[in-house]
């Protein structure tokens, strides 16, 4: 499997210290992101905000980095920063951060499993 399969794997298994090792020296948009994911679930919420950062600027269409940007702020205790990001993200809709918190969870653990969406796929729906 390529190293983006491994990383996805090991996230789903919850294990995100085997995804970095499987991304170390991954620099598709892709990886990025995964990296980003990984970091948050290891709790370095710095390293994670980065990460989302440079995903959001690598991929600045997908609102996977912009939500995980807006969860990383948010767990940070930075919400003034992240409210554009999780309003944007939510598609202007104001909700509670439990609410957020799990729309966020589910939206990454689905795009971990199944990768990004395509435009192709969107025009499928």
Do not use: C
């Amino acid at each position: 499997p390529s190293p983006l399969e491994r990383a996805r794997k090991a996230l789903m298994k919850n294990t995100p210290s085997v995804a970095l090792v499987a991304l170390q020296g991954e620099v598709a948009d892709e990886a990025v992101y995964l990296r980003a994911e990984s970091l948050l679930k290891l709790g370095r919420l710095e390293e994670a905000a980065g990460a989302f950062k440079e995903a959001h600027r690598l991929l600045p269409t997908d609102s996977g980095p912009l939500g995980g940007l807006a969860e990383t702020l948010t767990r940070l205790g930075k919400t003034q920063a992240a409210a554009p990001h999780r309003k944007s993200w939510l598609e202007g809709v104001e909700e509670p951060d439990e609410t957020f918190l799990l729309k966020r969870s589910a939206a990454a653990m689905s795009r971990i499993a199944y990768g990004p969406a395509s435009e192709m796929d969107e025009d499928d729906l």
